[in-house]
């Protein structure tokens, strides 16, 4: 199985400051990997996929990069509504499609 | 606009089984792969399995064949999981999630249902 170790665990962070979430795969995935993002109660919800391609309604402030084994979600200006739970996501392994286990992005 | 609804909370003793629905609306209900995600209490995500509503094929994760049916009426626009065998360790939030490409598969998940709690207890 092909594990996704996110990095931290949890980000402590101010309103408009930058942050910079790391995911990282025990075997390469190639660019099949996508980005979550899941509040308190709700449904996880499609931000990024393909390593960079931001899904449709995602704001310009999230970007995606990174290939092979190493990703970075990065929010240029924190807005309230960003702290939550963000999960990377792989297909590259199918039919073993895998989570990482989430970074919390938290308020300072 | 695209909805996905699923049905009700539901308490199950150990050894039952349980079925979820997930009522599609606002596309082509058979043009896109449906998954089911589960999430148990303060964990993360795990993926299940998907069904195509065009041809009702089905491909569940190994860690669940055997225990898990995925079926779909299409006369409704709905889509089933069902999955026996519970256990404590069944105890989680299971949503239904849209495919990102209609026609093919990609594995990615762009519309998600409210998920459905299902809690087993003795």
């Known amino acids: 199985e092909n594990v996704l170790t996110q990095s931290p665990v949890t980000l402590s962070l101010s309103p408009g400051e930058r942050a910079t979430l790391s995911c990282r795969a025990s075997q390469s995935v190639s660019s099949y990997l996508a980005w979550y993002q899941q509040k308190p109660g709700q449904a996880p919800r499609l931000l990024i996929y393909d390593a960079s391609n931001r899904a449709t309604g995602i704001p310009a402030r999230f970007s995606g990069s990174g290939s092979g084994t190493d990703f970075t979600l990065t929010i240029s200006s924190l807005e309230p509504e960003d702290f939550a739970v963000y999960f990377c996501?792989?297909?590259?392994?199918?039919?073993?499609?895998?989570f990482g286990q989430g970074t919390r992005l938290e308020i300072k | 606009q695209v909805q996905l609804v699923q049905s009700g909370a539901e308490v199950k003793r150990p050894g039952a089984s349980v079925k979820v629905s997930c009522k599609a609306s606002g596309y082509i209900f058979t043009a896109y792969y449906m998954h089911w995600v589960r999430q148990a209490p303060g964990q993360g995500l795990e993926w299940m399995g998907w069904?195509?509503?065009?041809?009702?094929?089905?491909n569940p994760a190994q860690k669940f064949q055997g225990r898990v049916t995925m079926t779909r009426d299409t006369s409704i626009s709905t889509i089933y999981m069902e999955l026996t065998g519970l256990t404590s360790d069944d105890t989680a939030v299971y949503f239904c999630?849209?495919?990102?490409?209609?026609?093919?598969?990609?594995?990615?998940?762009?519309?998600w249902g409210q998920g459905t709690l299902v809690t087993v207890s003795s």
């Open positions: 996501q792989q297909r590259s392994n199918w039919p073993r499609i895998t």
């Open positions: 999630a849209r495919d990102l490409v209609a026609w093919q598969v990609r594995n990615y998940f762009d519309y």
């Open positions: 069904i195509y509503p065009n041809t009702g094929g089905t």
